[in-house]
């Protein structure tokens, strides 16, 4: 873990302070990608509280995005405009990813079941 925190802190130092949303979406999108793999060895409210507040963020940063797309098309600055525009279109993705994992999650039976076998009907 503490090895974690170095490599981290590390990037940061390293990254131009304009690159700092997509680290976060970057380590965001890792993370809840191994929450959706590995999502059977957690509790269902554990899943949802995750991905909630992956969601969360997830609005957040795409707000980022969008004022940091307006600002350099305003500036006229095309490296800029391009790589955010790229990265409003995968916080896009990832908005309808969590958006159809919470929905999943409701459904979900309260054993871990994720459907009823027709003879329980």
Not at 5 to 16: K, N, S, T
Not at 79 to 97: D, E, H, N, R
Request: negative net charge; hydrophobic residues 50%; glycine residues 4%.
């Amino acid at each position: 873990m503490n090895l974690f925190l170095i490599v981290l802190i590390a990037a940061f130092h390293m990254l131009p302070l304009i690159y700092y949303p997509l680290f976060i979406l970057f380590i965001i999108l890792v993370c809840t990608i191994s929450l959706a793999l590995t999502g059977f060895r957690y509790s269902r409210q554990t899943r949802w509280n995750a991905f909630e507040t992956a969601w969360t963020v997830n609005c957040i940063l795409l707000g980022v995005f969008v004022t940091i797309v307006i600002y350099s098309s305003y500036k006229r600055n095309d490296t800029v405009l391009a790589i955010y525009t790229g990265a409003i279109l995968v916080s896009i993705g990832l908005w309808m990813f969590l958006n159809y994992t919470l929905n999943n999650l409701d459904e979900e039976q309260p054993d871990g079941q994720t459907h009823v076998a027709e003879s329980e009907l």
